[in-house]
T-cell receptor, first 119, second 116 residues
Framework: AQKVTQAQTEISVVEKEDVTLDCVYE???????LFWYKQPPSGELVFLIR????DEQNEISGRYSWNFQKSTSSFNFTITASQVVDSAVYFC????????????????WGLGTSLAVNP | GAGVSQSPSNKVTEKGKDVELRCDPI?????LYWYRQRLGQGLEFLIY????????KSGLPSDRFSAERTGESVSTLTIQRTQQEDSAVYLC??????????????FGPGTRLLVL
C-alpha cells in the first residue's frame, strides 16, 4: 500500500532561518510521482513541485529546494532564508505513474507540516 | 486562464438534509478528482473522473455519497442525509491526462461544509 509520512506536525522558525520539511513515502510501484503543495491560511492548495521517480536530480527554485533520495524513500523540502509569507501548511503527496485504471493519478497525502515563520 | 472554481464556498446544513457541491474544472482538463479534508486530518481521495466516467470511486465513504460529471466539464458531488461527520472541506482538482507536467492536479478553493 502507498503511504506518505510527514513526521513534523508543526515547525516554528524566526524569519531568515533555513527550514527543512521532511517527507518519507512508501510504495511498491517502480514508477511514481511525488508532489509538494502549499496551503496558506486562505485555504487554497498551491502546487509547488512534481518529481518523477526516475529523476533523482535535486531541484532549486528561488529560495525553495527539494532533495529526492530513492535509497531512503525521502523527498525533503528546504526553504532558505524563510519569510513570514512562507507561513502555511505544506503537504507532501504521492501518486502512481502507471496507465491502469484510466490513468488514475489520485494523490495519497501526508498529514502536512504547519510552518510558522515569525518576524 | 481561469482556474478551478467551486460553489458554494460555504454551506451550512442540518443533519439529514441533502447537499450538492459543484466543481468547474480548468477548461480542457479531462481528469477531475474530489478530495475531502477534515479538520486536523490529511486529504482523503473520494472519486476520480476521466471524461464523464468514474473509473475509481473507491474513496466514497458510503452510499450516501455520489458524484457525476457531464459534458467532460462540471462535476457535482451529492451527499444525501448528511451527518455531522460529513463536516469538512471538499476540494476539487483537475488535470490534463497522460504525460509530463500535464498530469499535475490544480485545486479549487474548496467548499466548506458544516452539518449541524
Amino acid at each position: 500500500a502507498q503511504k506518505v509520512t510527514q513526521a513534523q506536525t508543526e515547525i516554528s522558525v524566526v524569519e531568515k532561518e533555513d527550514v527543512t520539511l521532511d517527507c518519507v513515502y512508501e510504495t511498491r510501484d517502480t514508477t511514481y510521482y511525488l508532489f509538494w503543495y502549499k496551503q496558506p491560511p486562505s485555504g487554497e492548495l498551491v502546487f509547488l513541485i512534481r518529481r518523477n521517480s526516475f529523476d533523482e536530480q535535486n531541484e532549486i527554485s528561488g529560495r525553495y529546494s527539494w532533495n529526492f533520495q530513492k535509497s531512503t524513500s525521502s523527498f525533503n523540502f528546504t526553504i532558505t532564508a524563510s519569510q513570514v509569507v512562507d507561513s502555511a501548511v505544506y503537504f507532501c503527496a504521492l501518486s502512481e505513474a502507471t496507465f491502469k485504471d484510466g490513468n488514475n493519478r489520485k494523490l495519497i497525502w501526508g498529514l502536512g507540516t504547519s510552518l510558522a515563520v515569525n518576524p | 486562464g481561469a482556474g478551478v472554481s467551486q460553489s458554494p464556498s460555504n454551506k451550512v446544513t442540518e443533519k439529514g438534509k441533502d447537499v450538492e457541491l459543484r466543481c468547474d474544472p480548468i477548461s480542457g482538463h479531462t481528469a477531475l478528482y474530489w478530495y475531502r479534508q477534515r479538520l486536523g486530518q490529511g486529504l482523503e481521495f473520494l472519486i476520480y473522473f476521466q471524461g464523464n466516467s468514474a473509473p475509481d470511486k473507491s474513496g466514497l465513504p458510503s452510499d450516501r455519497f455520489s458524484a457525476e460529471r457531464t459534458g467532460e466539464s462540471v462535476s457535482t458531488l451529492t451527499i444525501q442525509r448528511t451527518q455531522q461527520e460529513d463536516s469538512a472541506v471538499y476540494l476539487c482538482a483537475s488535470s490534463l491526462v497522460v504525460g509530463g507536467s500535464g498530469e499535475t492536479q490544480y485545486f479549487g478553493p474548496g467548499t466548506r461544509l458544516l452539518v449541524l
